[in-house]
């Protein structure tokens, strides 16, 4: 019979929910990183439009 | 097939996830919050595992999730090679990192969870070593999409490697049928019914719910990421064709 042992759970959850957090931000992170870019790029197309047009 | 076609347009899936994203987020809080209470508080101990069980709360959605992802890479995957579907990589290249996720917290918490009942934090049974290989086929599906620089010739090629590999989902899932492992055999999908008891059975339908809502919104994500990831790129070659190669910033991969 196991007695408690607890703290493999704790570790358990706590680790889950770690790697579960660290998902979360990493996906967050790349699209505001790729949001950036494609804004900036959609304004020196529109800039360059604008150039070629005058 | 209908709603296929339509989501071919990335301009339709992107409007479509737009509406998606918000109940799912909000589903995977609720659902979650709810199955973190009954898998914490309201399911029993267990008579020989004590407060050990508890573990397997979020060690099988994982498990579940991981092979789940697999399987519908390898959907996507047919998508790519036999419909040509243009959001079928998109799909694929976007659960790579959340299977491979998944696959990594089966594992970990399984060792945790065998260090208690087994005496040891691994063996080299059928059942782990099977989803071990899972976990590497991830890290080198993904490798895979980084090193080949072409996207459509990565997308044929990934495409391949997850057929092949799709051959580890049924080991996996049969392993403790075919030989004798120390992992403990099927107990929820039998074809003579669940033989986990309904205290505990129902905290963990619960909790295969939230883990599959914070899947969705995750791949939904990820898989708008990929499109925009895409359309930076399609900005940068134009910009490349008008001879402006110094507008254009780091390749965004």
Not at chain 2, 8 to 22: H, Y
Not at chain 2, 116 to 125: F, K, L, M, V
Request: net charge positive; aromatic share 12%.
């Amino acid at each position: 019979m196991i007695e408690g042992k607890i703290e493999f759970v704790i570790a358990a959850y706590l680790i889950t929910i770690f790697v579960l957090g660290g998902l979360v931000l990493f996906v967050l992170i790349d699209r505001a990183r790729i949001k950036k870019a494609l804004k900036k790029l959609e304004g020196e197309t529109a800039n360059e439009l604008k150039t070629s047009h005058e | 097939m209908g709603i296929l076609t339509k989501l071919a347009n990335p301009t339709q899936f992107l409007k479509l996830s737009d509406r998606l994203l918000p109940i799912f987020a909000t589903l995977t809080v609720i659902v979650g919050v709810w199955g973190l209470y009954l898998a914490l508080f309201v399911a029993p101990e267990d008579y020989q595992q004590a407060q050990t069980v508890r573990i397997m709360f979020i060690h099988v959605p994982s498990a579940w999730l991981a092979m789940f992802c697999y399987t519908f890479m390898a959907l996507s995957a047919l998508g790519t090679l036999v419909w040509k579907h243009p959001l079928a990589d998109v799909s694929a290249k976007a659960l790579a990192p959340l299977g491979a996720t998944f696959a990594f917290l089966t594992l970990v918490t399984g060792a945790i969870w065998g260090k208690p009942t087994w005496g040891t934090w691994w063996y080299w049974d059928a059942r782990l070593t099977s989803v071990l290989i899972l976990f590497i086929l991830y890290l080198g599906i993904i490798s895979l999409w980084h090193v080949i620089e072409e996207p459509a010739k990565a997308a044929r090629i990934t495409a391949v490697m997850i057929l092949v590999g799709f051959v580890n989902i049924p080991i996996i899932k049969f392993s403790v049928d075919w030989w004798n492992t120390l992992h403990q055999g099927a107990s929820v999908f039998r074809l003579d019914g669940p033989t986990i008891h309904s205290d505990i059975l129902f905290p963990l339908i619960v909790m295969a719910a939230a883990f599959s809502f914070f899947l969705l919104t995750l791949h939904l994500l990820a898989m708008r990421n990929e499109i925009m990831r895409r359309r930076v790129r399609s900005l940068q070659r134009r910009m490349v064709r008008n001879s402006a190669p110094d507008m254009v910033p780091q390749v965004v991969r």
